[in-house]
């Protein structure tokens, strides 16, 4: 196994090369190590040149009710109102640490992504 740190696209394509013919390795064996090895590395490169940014948090919010089959009014009840709700959600109003408090409890909504991008620290 000569594996290498992954500095450079060109050591990433190769990587990825790599990668691909060890794919059908055995468990246990040593090319199966080293795709193990190879993928950590590929994984910590692409992480640090292409981070994933938390989604916008009225964006986090409109997918968990399409995916939950959640109406507006839903989410009213939430936010402790109907006009507030339509107000978040057509982004006429920001949300507020208590709305964010509610929403996570009651929707497990992560924390990061109903904070949003904005409000990362860098």
Known sequence: MSVR???TG???A???TRIKS?????????DHDELE???VLVSAFEDRRRPMLP???VDAIKFHME???FMQKDFAAVVDGVSRASEVLNRRRPLTIEMIRA????????LNSLIGKHHQAA
Do not use: C, F, M, Y
Request: hydrophobic share 45%.
């Open 103 to 110: 929403i996570h409890a009651a929707w497990t909504i992560p």
């Open 67 to 69: 995916q939950n089959g």
């Open 55 to 57: 989604p916008d948090p």
């Open 22 to 30: 060890l794919w059908d390795a055995q468990p246990g064996s040593p």
């Open 10 to 12: 060109a050591d990433h």
């Open 5 to 7: 740190p992954i500095r």
């Open 14 to 16: 190769a990587a990825i």
């Open 37 to 39: 090895v190879l993928s």
